[in-house]
């Protein structure tokens, strides 16, 4: 812990840990259940009762934000793994292999960079039907080709070594060398750029949950949250300020700690 | 230098080409059809009507029929018809790309205006407190939900306070308004969009410029003009910051895709006519053609941008030759 920028990437570990637990233990935390509608309390202000003030239906708002993380939090964390999964095999299966299929891959990638991203998310998800499950699949298949880029450099760089011929010299299959020799090698930026994923994963959701075409209520997440919270714009702050600023120190714990990582793995470039 | 530009305006065919295969492919295998909305959920429609839809879209015929239609049609300009209206896409997006265009453009602008001053006097004292609470900034401003920023900003400014209108690009009264005055009118309600689309890449440009300048700053030559008694902010401003700002061509060349996907979410919110929200609109209705439309386009306009992005890099840097 020698500089600020260490000492940042423990505060985005001790972030990113906190939210974590919170969403685990969300039903020990959370004083209310988050779908207990009570008319009569609807849109109060923050008390000693309900900390975060209630909603247009009476919900405590602290407990649907902790019960939110639970599902922004894993939309996140299976959209990356299946981003990082699909990347991993494309990349290694490019960098492996090259010649003509690194080429048909490759290309693939720079087609699949060159949408914007987000009007191609919501092209699919508008034609399947908003669902957790199809938001995870959706992010997944749209934001693999970092990953893919990263893993194909490293294992170009990696093939040629002695290691490698050397199992290769043994005769392990293509498959052994890829998944224990290659991969574990190559697998130090995909980490970082992964746990910057979830951060992006995170920023999605509820960008796509605030349009209407993610989680639908009443299972609550941040972004639909402040989708409903945005009908009392101006007059009710909490409704918004609250569920955004959730996702505002998500972001930035899992920035720091990727930033942080980044570092650590590879002191020499600063970002 | 020429050859090399034809020579990456042809790639941009087979690139745009798969494209198109791949969003015609995505919405086109999805379940459901575009006629559901207007026949199934409507008892007053017949089937033969529904059919009737069905052939006049051209949606009974094979996939890669449709396809083909599509494209041949694509190569005269010809997007179709809108399923929703009957208007021409072309034109309907026609209205819409300025707005949009003003938009990012004016974003941008104002995006580099702060972020390089913020990038290179952080270089410059790199470890100090001003630095320091530059970086936490830089990390708060790239994690800060646009969409959230944009409804605080809407509540404060525009409900709260009353100084900025939070609607649409003009005001009610706009037609009966002098010239001057329809100009001040766009300009107050585009504050608070152009603002929030710009805060993102605003701290990852701010970020890319401290790096690239402080990579500079330990070269060789600046050691040397240094060395030649030349004033510090001689060495800073003329030998440093006209090498460190190249990289940060390339950055701005790579954002298009991303200021064009950000644009759905600002103009929905701030109620303004533009691509983004035509896309959005699009997409709830189903309306293939324009939706397509806007995807090839959007895609046409990020790899011009990365073009323009290698070519002026070239320009800018003469180290850097792309003959052969």
Redesign the interface.
């Known amino acids: 812990m020698r500089n ?2 260490n000492k ?1 990437a423990l505060f985005g570990a001790l972030m990113v840990g906190g939210l974590t637990l919170m969403a685990i233990f969300a039903p020990l935390i959370a004083p209310f259940n988050p779908s207990d509608i009570d008319i009569e309390d609807a849109l109060l202000s923050p008390s000693r009762a309900h900390i975060f003030g209630t909603d247009h239906l009476g919900r405590d708002l602290f407990s649907r934000i902790i019960f939110g993380a639970r599902i922004s939090l894993s939309i996140g964390f299976v959209a990356v793994g299946i981003s990082v999964l699909i990347g991993l095999v494309i990349g290694s299966v490019a960098g492996y292999y090259g010649k003509s299929i690194d080429t048909i891959l490759m ?2 990638v ?11 998310i ?3 998800v ?3 039907e908003p669902n957790i499950i199809n938001i995870m699949i959706v992010i997944g298949i749209t934001s693999w080709m970092g990953v893919a880029r990263l893993i194909r450099a490293e294992i170009l760089s990696l093939k040629e070594r002695e290691f490698i011929l050397a199992s290769k010299a043994i005769g392990a299959s293509d498959l052994r060398i890829i998944v224990r020799h290659l991969i574990p090698n190559a697998i130090a930026p995909v980490l970082v750029s992964a746990v910057l994923g979830v ?1 992006a994963a995170v ?1 999605l959701e ?2 796509l949950s ?2 209407g ?1 993610g989680v639908q209520p009443p299972t609550p997440s941040w972004g639909n949250i ?1 989708m409903e919270g ?1 009908a009392s ?2 007059v009710c ?1 909490w409704l ?2 609250f ?2 600023f959730f ?3 998500t ?2 714990g899992y ?2 700690l990727g ?1 942080g990582l980044r570092e650590y793995f590879n002191p020499k470039k ?2 | 230098m020429k050859k090399y530009i034809i020579k990456r305006l042809i790639s941009i065919i087979p690139m745009l080409l798969g494209i198109s295969i791949i969003s015609f492919g995505v919405i086109h295998l999805a379940p459901g059809s575009p006629v559901d909305s207007t026949t199934t959920l409507n008892p007053k429609v017949s089937f033969e009507a529904r059919e009737k839809l069905i052939i006049q879209y051209g949606l009974d015929k094979p996939l890669h029929v449709q396809y083909l239609n599509w494209l041949r049609k694509l190569v005269t300009f010809d997007f179709g018809r809108s399923y929703s209206d009957g208007q021409k896409v072309i034109n309907k997006i026609a209205v819409c790309i300025p707005i949009t265009f003003l938009i990012n453009i004016l974003s941008i602008s104002f995006m580099l205006l702060i972020a390089i001053p913020i990038g290179v006097t952080s270089a410059v004292k790199e470890g100090s407190f001003y630095d320091r609470f530059m970086t936490v900034f830089v990390f708060v401003g790239f994690a800060v939900p646009g969409f959230w920023l944009a409804l605080m900003l809407m509540s404060f400014f525009g409900i709260t306070l009353g100084w900025l209108p939070v609607q649409g690009i003009t005001s009610l009264n706009f037609d009966n308004l002098s010239v001057c005055n329809k100009f001040f009118d766009i300009g107050k309600h585009l504050i608070l969009p152009v603002f929030v689309s710009s805060i993102g890449s605003l701290a990852a440009m701010s970020r890319y410029m401290r790096s690239s300048m402080l990579e500079v700053l330990h070269k060789d030559y600046i050691k040397t003009a240094r060395a030649k008694g030349l004033s510090e902010s001689k060495v800073v401003y003329k030998h440093a910051l006209k090498n460190a700002i190249l990289p940060i061509i390339t950055i701005l060349g790579l954002s298009v895709p991303g200021l064009i996907g950000g644009s759905v979410i600002i103009e929905s919110i701030f109620g303004i006519p533009g691509m983004g929200r035509l896309f959005f609109e699009s997409v709830m209705g189903r309306d293939y053609p324009v939706i397509m439309a806007i995807l090839v386009i959007g895609a046409l306009l990020t790899l011009l941008g990365n073009i323009l992005a290698d070519i002026s890099y070239s320009l800018a840097d003469p180290r850097i030759r792309y003959e052969k």
């Open positions: 600020s920028k940042l290309r693939f720079d087609i699949m960079l060159c949408f914007p991203s987000f009007f191609l919501l092209a699919v508008a034609v399947l951060a920023l509820a960008s605030f349009l075409l402040l945005k714009l101006g702050w918004m300020f569920p955004g996702i505002l120190i972001v930035l920035n720091l930033e600063k970002i």
